[in-house]
C-alpha cells in the first residue's frame, strides 16, 4: 500500500517532535499501525527511509516490542490478562472458555477478520481483576460471561463502552494513531476513576 | 479513625479532575510559580530536604538524584518520567495519570527547572489507550495556558515536554533500557556506569524519575518540608499511593504515610475475602520477595519492609489467600520473567527458561525433591551475576516462597499433581457467577 502525501508529512511531523530523528521509530511503527493494522515492509521501508536508517534496523526495533504485530490482527485486538494476579482470580478461566468460544488459538483472529486474541501480562489495573483489554482499552471486572458477552458483541460490530474510556470503542487502527501520539479529541469522555481508584479517598472522608 | 493522608488523590473524585480547569480550581499549578521564583539550586535544596525517595521501586533520595546533574557544563540536560508501570501488580500510576494529569506536568515543570532541562519526556506504556488520550491533553492543554514552551510565567524558562509512547516491553521501564527505547533502539539495559545524571539521553546529563516521585513535588513545594515531613517514618516521608488487590473485599488505592502496616490497610478498606484467610502478598510487585500472614504488622517503609527481608519496591500490595497455590503462583510470575527478559546477558536469558521448565514440572507434581536445590542453585547463578535487576527479580517469589512454603512443593510432588482447585481461587466462585 502506497502511503498519500498526508500521511508522509504526518510522519514527518511525528520526526520533528524529537530532537534526533530516530527517536520518533516507536512513534511512526504504531503510525505505520494505524495505516495498514500491522507493521507492513512497506511501513519499514518508509520508516527506514525517513529515519536513513536500514531496514533490518527498523525490523530489529519493532520485533523487540509486543505491540507491534507481524501480521493483521482483529478490528477489536482482545488482550486478556493472565499474569499472576488476575489469572488466579479468573483471567485463566477467561482466557481458556474464550479461545474456545472463538475456536482460535494464541494470537489468533476470527475468520471474518473482526476479533483476535492474545493473553497479555499485566496491565496496571490489578485492583480491578480480572482484566480485559480491547485496542488497549480496559474493559474491568471481568467474568467468563462478560467476556464472552463482548467478544459477540465485538464480532457483530458494536461492543460495548470500555469501563474506564471513550464513550465508543474504536478500532484498532485508530486507536494505533492514538499511540503514535495523534489526538482523536476523546480524552474528556469517560469517567476520571473506577471505584476501587477513590476507595482509599472515599474512607478517608469517612464514607463507608 | 483513619490514617489515610489523601494528596494526590485528593481530588480524583470530582468528575472532572482530569482537566486544566479543575486542576486550577483546586489550587493547581500555584507551585511552579513558587518553584519558579526561587533559585534552582533552592528547589533542589527543598527536595533533598523534604526525604522524597523514588516511588518507582528503588526509593532513592530524589533530591540526591536532581543534584548529581553537573551544572554549568554547556550541555542539554533532560527530564524524563517513567511511565511504564509494568510491575506485576503495581496500578498506582496510572489511575493517578488518568484522573490527574496536571498534577504530573507542574512536577516536570518544577524539576526540569531545578535541573536546568529544556527539553522533558514522559515515557509511557503504550497499553492503555485512554491514559495516552488524558496525558497528550493535558500537555496540550498546559501548552495553550503558556505553562509549556517559551518564557514560561515570563520568567524566562524555556520548556518543551513530549510523550513518548511505549510498545510493551516490561524492560525498557529500567531506566536504562527506557533511555535506549526512547533513542530508538531494543529497550536493553546500558552499562553503569556511566549513570544516566552523566550520561542519559543521548549521552546527556538526564534524571530518571517515576510518575508518582515526580507528581509528589508540587505538594511539597506549596506546603513546605515541615508539612512533609511531619508525615512518615524516620528515613521514609511523606505520603505515598498503596495499591491492594487480589482476594481482598475491597481492592484499591490508598494514601497513607510510609510506615502504614497491611493489617491497617486491610482494616481500613474491609479485610481479606470474607470466608478465607491471609496465605502470601507481596510488598511492593512480584519482584520483591513474598511476605506471609507473619508479616502483618511490619511498618511498609523502605526500612521496615527491608529489615524483614523483602523491599517496598512499587507497594503494589497483592493480595492471595488460602485458596491460591504458591507453585502456580510463582511459575506464572517466572513465565512472565522469562518472556520479559530482554536477552542481553546469559544468566538471565537462559536460567529464566530453566527456571520455567523446573517449575512447569514441580506444579504437575513431576520431579523431585532434588529439583527444589536445583531451583535455588539456578537463582543463584542468576542473581547478582545478570546485567540488571529484571534478574534478581525474577528470583525473588522462587526464593521466598521456598523460604515459606515448601512443604507445599513437596506436596505436589507426592499428590503427582497439584492438589488446588484453581476455580476456588476465582472471583466468580466467590461472587456466585460463572
Ligand atoms: C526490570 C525493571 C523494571 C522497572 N520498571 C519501572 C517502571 O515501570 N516504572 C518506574 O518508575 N520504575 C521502574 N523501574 C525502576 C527504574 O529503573 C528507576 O529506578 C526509576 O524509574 C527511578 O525513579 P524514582 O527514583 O523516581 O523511583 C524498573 C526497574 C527494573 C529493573
Ligand atoms: S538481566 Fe535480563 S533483562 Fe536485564 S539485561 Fe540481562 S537479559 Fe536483559
Ligand atoms: S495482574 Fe492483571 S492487571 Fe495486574
Avoid at chain 1, 47 to 72: C, D, H, N, W
Avoid at chain 1, 150 to 168: F, S
Avoid at chain 2, 98 to 127: C, Q
Amino acid at each position: 500500500m502506497a502511503y498519500t502525501v498526508e500521511q508522509v508529512s504526518i510522519m514527518d511531523s511525528i520526526i520533528n517532535r524529537y530532537p534526533r530523528k530516530r527517536s520518533a521509530i516507536m512513534p511512526l511503527l504504531h503510525f505505520v499501525q494505524s495505516i495498514d493494522g500491522y507493521v507492513t515492509n512497506e511501513g519499514i521501508e518508509l520508516i527506514g527511509q525517513k529515519l536513513e536508517l536500514a531496514t533490518a534496523e527498523v525490523t530489529a526495533v519493532s520485533t523487540f516490542y509486543t505491540q507491534y504485530k507481524s501480521k493483521p490482527v482483529g478490528d477489536y485486538h482482545v488482550g486478556i490478562c493472565t499474569n499472576t494476579l488476575c489469572a488466579v482470580m479468573g483471567g485463566d478461566a477467561i482466557f481458556e472458555s474464550i479461545k474456545e468460544h472463538l475456536d482460535i488459538e494464541n494470537d489468533g483472529v476470527t475468520n471474518d477478520g473482526k476479533v483476535s486474541v492474545e493473553h497479555i501480562e499485566c496491565n496496571a489495573a490489578c485492583d480491578y481483576a480480572p482484566v480485559v483489554m480491547v485496542n488497549w482499552e480496559f474493559y474491568d471486572n471481568q467474568t467468563v460471561q462478560s467476556t464472552k458477552d463482548l467478544v459477540d458483541a465485538a464480532r457483530a460490530g458494536n461492543p460495548p463502552a470500555p469501563t474506564r474510556g471513550p464513550n465508543k470503542l474504536r478500532t484498532w487502527k485508530e486507536n494505533s494513531a492514538v499511540l503514535a501520539g495523534i489526538s482523536d479529541g476523546l480524552a474528556n469522555e469517560g469517567v476520571q476513576a473506577g471505584e476501587p481508584t477513590l476507595l482509599g479517598l472515599k474512607k478517608a472522608k469517612g464514607g463507608a | 479513625m483513619s490514617k489515610l493522608t489523601p494528596v494526590l488523590s485528593a481530588n480524583w473524585d470530582q468528575k472532572d479532575s482530569f482537566t486544566f480547569e479543575a486542576y486550577k480550581r483546586n489550587g493547581g499549578y500555584t507551585a511552579i510559580a513558587k518553584a519558579l521564583s526561587m533559585k534552582p539550586d533552592e528547589v533542589i535544596q527543598t527536595v533533598k530536604d523534604s526525604g522524597l525517595r523514588g516511588r518507582g521501586g528503588a526509593g532513592f533520595p530524589t533530591g540526591n538524584k536532581w543534584g548529581f546533574i553537573p551544572q554549568g557544563d554547556n550541555k542539554e540536560h533532560y527530564f524524563v518520567v517513567n511511565a511504564d508501570e509494568s510491575e506485576p501488580g503495581t496500578c498506582k500510576d496510572t489511575p493517578l495519570l488518568m484522573a490527574n494529569p496536571h498534577v504530573l506536568i507542574e512536577g516536570i515543570i518544577i524539576g526540569s527547572y531545578a535541573i536546568r532541562a529544556n527539553h522533558a519526556f514522559i515515557y509511557i506504556r503504550g497499553e492503555i489507550t485512554h491514559v495516552v488520550r488524558r496525558v497528550q491533553q493535558a500537555i496540550e492543554d498546559a501548552y495553550k495556558a503558556g505553562l509549556l514552551g517559551k518564557n514560561i510565567l515570563g520568567k524566562g524558562f524555556d520548556l518543551d515536554l513530549v510523550l513518548h509512547v511505549g510498545a510493551g516491553a516490561y524492560i525498557c521501564g529500567e531506566e536504562t533500557a527506557l533511555l535506549d527505547s526512547l533513542e530508538g533502539f531494543r529497550g536493553q539495559p546500558r552499562l553503569r556506569p556511566p549513570f544516566p545524571a552523566i550520561a542519559g539521553l543521548y549521552a546527556k546529563p538526564t534524571v530518571v524519575n517515576n510518575v508518582e516521585s515526580v507528581a509528589s513535588v508540587p505538594a511539597i513545594i506549596n506546603n513546605g518540608v515541615a508539612w512533609f515531613t511531619a508525615m512518615g517514618t524516620e528515613k521514609s516521608k511523606g505520603f505515598t499511593l498503596y495499591s491492594l488487590s487480589g482476594h481482598v473485599n475491597n481492592p484499591g488505592q490508598f494514601e497513607a504515610p510510609l510506615g502504614i502496616t497491611l493489617r491497617e490497610l486491610l482494616e481500613i478498606s474491609g479485610g481479606i475475602r470474607t470466608g478465607h484467610k491471609l496465605k502470601f502478598w507481596t510488598p511492593g510487585g512480584s519482584s520483591t520477595p513474598i511476605f506471609t500472614d507473619a508479616h502483618l504488622d511490619v511498618p511498609l517503609d523502605y526500612e521496615g519492609v527491608s529489615a524483614a527481608g523483602s523491599m517496598l519496591g512499587t507497594k503494589a500490595l497483592q493480595i492471595f489467600d488460602e485458596t491460591t497455590c504458591i507453585v502456580r503462583a510463582v511459575l506464572r510470575w517466572t513465565e512472565f520473567y522469562k518472556h520479559e527478559s530482554c536477552g542481553k546477558c546469559t544468566p538471565c536469558r537462559e536460567g529464566t527458561w530453566w527456571l520455567v521448565q523446573v517449575l512447569k514440572d514441580l506444579e504437575a507434581g513431576r520431579g523431585s525433591e532434588a529439583d527444589l536445590d536445583k531451583l535455588l542453585d539456578l537463582c543463584d547463578n542468576i542473581m547478582g551475576r545478570s546485567f540488571c535487576a529484571l534478574a534478581d527479580g525474577a528470583a525473588s517469589p522462587i526464593i521466598s516462597s521456598l523460604k515459606y512454603f515448601r512443604q507445599e512443593y513437596l506436596d505436589h510432588l507426592a499428590a503427582g499433581k497439584c492438589p488446588f482447585d484453581p476455580m476456588t481461587a476465582t472471583l466468580f466462585e466467590s461472587a456466585g457467577v460463572k
